[in-house]
């Protein structure tokens, strides 16, 4: 199996240290609802956001739980964590990129062995070559799902990166139009009301420790398959559109666009491989790039929205996971468990009890 077009000199650390960070074993069957809920009209979204209280209310009794953090922050693994705690509970996937069926790899979805029997829900399930999700769809499919698990007195988790489909999801009103992370825009434009009762996790890392975390796993990742999921995607027929829409826009597919698309088979191999460097160092760079944004988002929506967030700091846990300092990386997991898992599992205890 061709893992990669090139030997990798820089590849110095343990792969399965930096795997186990995001994920565990077994497997489940994803929910079907969600990618079946698509076929139907979209529901009627409440588009008013004039006088907003600054108050905060809930609309429902509805209880979720919401994990935030940065891309590679081991947002999957805590939800597992507490779904295996606090069970029954199911996963809502509100990863942009993740939604879309394909490059399981290069998006880093977490496996289905690894999900301990805890289902997920648009996680892969809407097909890359339908229009692209938006975060007014993701509210009212999101809503629906969380609907049907409340319904089956089970907990709602959800967990993933992008915060635009978080605030159009617990928003009470939701303005499609007006974006709460323009800096530009006043505070007044921000709904701060909730529409239902909401616990927020925001596990973070220092920055300068979880850029070199995500730098190590490019590499891992192209290690893993993601340098062959990437050609047989551009092989195929879902490559054959070149608009930058949904799928298109995972971190992965631009960058290694030039050695895919534009290189002739005849090339010669050290003309590829300096385009295959070139796409390797802008995904690292760009996956940085997007943590930060990602932060960033996280403090204006605590901030500006006022969202009470519990954070929970995980650098120790990745520093020790990958060596830093000279520590013992085999205590990464007893830190995790310390310094994220306990105290999440206390949060959400006393949110569930309250």
Request: some cysteine; glycine content about 6%; proline content about 4%.
């Given at each position: 199996?061709?893992?990669?077009?090139?030997?990798?000199?820089?590849?110095?650390?343990?792969s399965?240290?930096?795997?186990?960070?995001?994920?565990?074993?077994?497997?489940?069957?994803?929910?079907?609802?969600?990618?079946?809920?698509?076929?139907?009209?979209?529901?009627?979204?409440?588009?008013?956001?004039?006088?907003?209280?600054?108050?905060?209310?809930?609309?429902?009794?509805?209880?979720?739980?919401?994990?935030?953090?940065?891309?590679?922050?081991?947002?999957?693994?805590?939800?597992?964590?507490?779904?295996?705690?606090?069970?029954?509970?199911?996963?809502?996937?509100?990863d942009?990129?993740q939604?879309?069926?394909?490059?399981?790899?290069?998006?880093?979805?977490?496996?289905?062995?690894?999900?301990?029997?805890?289902?997920?829900h648009?996680?892969g399930?809407?097909?890359?070559?339908?229009?692209?999700?938006?975060?007014?769809?993701?509210?009212?499919?999101?809503?629906?799902?969380i609907?049907?698990?409340?319904?089956?007195?089970?907990?709602?988790?959800?967990v993933?990166?992008?915060?635009?489909?978080?605030?159009?999801?617990?928003?009470?009103?939701?303005?499609?139009?007006?974006?709460?992370?323009d800096?530009s825009?006043?505070?007044?434009?921000?709904?701060?009301?909730?529409?239902?009762?909401?616990?927020?996790?925001?596990?973070?890392?220092?920055?300068?420790?979880?850029?070199?975390?995500?730098?190590?796993?490019?590499?891992?990742?192209?290690?893993?398959?993601?340098?062959?999921?990437?050609?047989?995607?551009?092989?195929?027929?879902?490559?054959?559109?070149e608009?930058?829409?949904?799928l298109?826009?995972?971190?992965?597919?631009?960058?290694?666009?030039?050695?895919?698309?534009?290189?002739?088979?005849?090339?010669?191999?050290?003309?590829?491989r300096?385009?295959?460097?070139?796409?390797?160092?802008?995904?690292?760079d760009?996956?940085?790039?997007?943590?930060?944004?990602?932060?960033?988002?996280?403090?204006?929506?605590?901030?500006?929205?006022?969202w009470?967030?519990?954070?929970?700091?995980?650098?120790?846990a990745?520093?020790?996971?990958?060596?830093?300092?000279?520590?013992?990386?085999?205590?990464?997991?007893?830190?995790w468990?310390?310094?994220?898992?306990?105290?999440?599992?206390?949060?959400?205890?006393r949110?569930?009890?309250?």
């Amino acid at each position: 199996m061709r893992l990669s077009p090139f030997p990798n000199t820089h590849h110095h650390y343990c792969s399965t240290k930096l795997i186990s960070l995001n994920h565990h074993t077994t497997a489940v069957k994803s929910s079907s609802s969600a990618h079946a809920a698509l076929k139907i009209k979209w529901a009627q979204m409440d588009t008013t956001n004039n006088n907003h209280s600054h108050h905060r209310r809930h609309i429902s009794n509805e209880k979720v739980v919401v994990i935030l953090g940065p891309t590679g922050s081991g947002k999957s693994r805590l939800s597992i964590d507490l779904a295996t705690r606090f069970f029954p509970s199911e996963v809502i996937n509100s990863d942009k990129i993740q939604v879309y069926r394909g490059l399981d790899i290069t998006t880093n979805k977490i496996p289905m062995r690894q999900r301990l029997g805890v289902p997920h829900h648009l996680l892969g399930e809407i097909d890359p070559d339908e229009p692209e999700l938006t975060p007014s769809e993701f509210r009212s499919l999101a809503a629906s799902t969380i609907s049907d698990i409340a319904s089956r007195r089970n907990l709602p988790l959800v967990v993933g990166g992008s915060n635009s489909f978080i605030y159009a999801l617990v928003s009470n009103r939701f303005d499609p139009d007006s974006d709460m992370f323009d800096d530009s825009r006043t505070t007044d434009s921000i709904c701060t009301d909730l529409r239902y009762d909401c616990c927020f996790l925001w596990v973070d890392v220092s920055l300068p420790v979880l850029n070199q975390y995500l730098t190590e796993r490019v590499d891992d990742m192209l290690v893993s398959g993601m340098f062959d999921e990437l050609a047989e995607f551009f092989e195929s027929d879902e490559s054959g559109n070149e608009t930058r829409t949904g799928l298109r826009k995972a971190i992965g597919v631009p960058e290694f666009e030039r050695y895919f698309k534009k290189l002739r088979p005849e090339e010669d191999v050290r003309v590829k491989r300096v385009v295959y460097d070139e796409a390797v160092r802008a995904i690292k760079d760009n996956t940085c790039q997007l943590a930060k944004r990602q932060v960033g988002k996280i403090q204006r929506l605590r901030d500006a929205a006022g969202w009470k967030l519990r954070r929970l700091d995980a650098t120790e846990a990745f520093r020790t996971a990958m060596g830093v300092g000279g520590s013992d990386s085999g205590r990464w997991s007893d830190i995790w468990e310390r310094q994220v898992v306990e105290p999440s599992v206390k949060i959400v205890r006393r949110f569930l009890e309250g």
